[in-house]
T-cell receptor, first 115, second 117 residues
Framework: KAGVTQTPRYLIKTRGQQVTLSCSPI?????VSWYQQTPGQGLQFLFE???????NKGNFPGRFSGRQFSNSRSEMNVSTLELGDSALYLC??????????????FGAGTRLSVL | AQKITQTQPGMFVQEKEAVTLDCTYD???????LFWYKQPSSGEMIFLIY??????QNATEGRYSLNFQKARKSANLVISASQLGDSAMYFC??????????????FGKGMKLTVNP
């Protein structure tokens, strides 16, 4: 069974540009969450999508947005890039079964560098 | 308020020895889940072990076990018989409101484990 796939693995952009990251969840998983990891702030929750609807959102500006498609694949978009957006962006998928033991499985991440 | 605290920035252990990684948490929610993840230098977060707030027994997964002390709000990860491949960053995380609630995980700052041959 394939794991969570994130593309691309690496991106280099310049300030002011926009970027789209993609995440394909584990087959059968309908929930996709996104996290930003930086040396200063650590791992922070961006948002979660389930059944094509945003269910939860972290404390990030509106420049960060996302969507989920009917096949559960998700994309994250960052507009008007800033230097501080340089980070490892991790995507996680889960069954969101409602039970306690609902494990999130992560992809390898997309490393974004903003110059 | 910081919800997950990992105070050890780094640890060194000899191969084949056991090691305990500390994690304390803070929550007022009676229902929560605690997780440990491993992050090698490649970047991928690898799930290791889970402990539910209502679980009566400590979780175990192969060489990993979780020392869950609810009254002290601690969830320490124990790795038995360390291997060179265990060298990585380790993150403790918590999800509150596990009864159909948010998927949001709150992570600690992590700690770096180095296993020496």
């Amino acid at each position: 069974k394939a794991g969570v796939t994130q593309t691309p693995r690496y991106l280099i952009k310049t300030r002011g540009q926009q970027v789209t990251l993609s995440c394909s969840p584990i087959s059968g998983h309908r929930s996709v969450s996104w996290y930003q990891q930086t040396p200063g702030q650590g791992l922070q929750f961006l948002f979660e999508y389930f059944s094509e609807t945003q269910r939860n959102k972290g404390n990030f500006p509106g420049r960060f947005s996302g969507r989920q498609f009917s096949n559960s694949r998700s994309e994250m978009n960052v507009s008007t890039l800033e230097l501080g957006d340089s980070a490892l962006y991790l995507c996680a998928s889960s069954l969101r079964s409602g039970g306690e033991e609902n494990i999130q499985y992560f992809g390898a991440g997309t490393r974004l560098s903003v110059l | 308020a910081q919800k997950i605290t990992q105070t050890q920035p780094g640890m060194f252990v000899q191969e084949k020895e056991a090691v305990t990684l500390d994690c304390t948490y803070d929550t007022s929610d009676p229902s929560y889940g605690l997780f440990w993840y491993k992050q090698p230098s490649s970047g991928e977060m690898i799930f290791l072990i889970y402990q539910g707030s209502y679980d009566q027994q400590n979780a175990t997964e192969g060489r990993y076990s979780l020392n869950f002390q609810k009254a002290r709000k601690s969830a320490n990860l124990v790795i038995s018989a360390s291997q060179l491949g265990d060298s990585a960053m380790y993150f403790c995380a918590m999800r509150e409101g596990t009864q159909g609630g948010s998927e949001k995980l709150v992570f600690g700052k992590g700690m770096k484990l180095t296993v020496n041959p």
